[in-house]
């Protein structure tokens, strides 16, 4: 469940999260890029659908808490259900 959040991605985002400092945009393009193309990989081959939607929830939510420190804006809406940016 937690391969998407083990990313470079994730990684630079979490750093970026912690110090306050912003991550370079172009390696932050890249590595956004990366993780779409694992999100979208692991997707084709998932065999069990309902894991693959769980892994993907936690991922969100995941992110939601590194976006709630990088931006100072609390995500108040982060149900499943939710697509909407916080």
Known sequence: ???LVLTKFFRTLSEASQTGIDADAV???????DFAK????EGKAATDKHDYHD???????????LLT???GKKCS?????SHRRC
Do not use: A, D, H, P
Not at 27 to 33: D, H
Not at 38 to 41: D, I, N, R
Not at 55 to 65: P, Q
């Open 1 to 3: 469940m937690e391969q």
């Open 38 to 41: 694992l999100v979208f990989s």
């Open 69 to 71: 420190g990088v931006s």
């Open 27 to 33: 390696t932050l393009q890249n590595e956004y890029k």
């Open 55 to 65: 892994t993907l929830i936690y991922t969100r939510v995941e992110l939601s808490g």
């Open 77 to 81: 809406n982060i149900s499943w259900q």
